[in-house]
């Protein structure tokens, strides 16, 4: 419930690493789940990783998992996105979101956010 606003992005070369960090305005509740997509040039958005707010719960996309760590801070209403081992093709634009958990098998889709930010670009070079 409220605004987000996404940081950390930058350019970095392969492998290296980068935290996006996705402050949230407003109070959270427990029943939230917060997640990054990414928006790569010329493609379609695509899910990366969302957390449940209440219970720590984290899904991830198959392409990410083992790299991409996902957490938050309740207590500066914050998510984070620890992303190491970066390649070429995690270039993208990513955005932050949020809303109301309804399924786990919508997470994966921006229909199930409610709020976003206004993305941060990472963009990883060979």
């Known amino acids: 419930q409220g605004q987000l606003v996404e940081s950390g992005g930058g350019q970095v070369q392969a492998g290296d690493s980068l935290r996006l960090s996705c402050a949230v305005s407003?109070?959270?509740?427990?029943?939230?789940?917060t997640g990054w997509f990414r928006r790569a040039q010329g493609k379609e958005r695509e899910f990366v990783a969302a957390i449940l707010w209440g219970s720590g719960f984290t899904y991830y996309a198959d392409s990410v998992k083992g790299r991409f760590t996902i957490s938050r801070d309740s207590a500066k209403n914050t998510v984070y996105l620890q992303m190491n081992s970066l390649k070429p093709e995690d270039t993208a634009i990513y955005y932050c979101a949020a809303g109301i958990y309804k399924a786990q098998i919508l997470v994966i889709y921006t229909s199930q956010y409610d709020y976003w930010g206004q993305g941060t670009q990472v963009t990883v070079s060979e």
């Open positions: 407003g109070r959270t509740f427990n029943n939230y789940i």
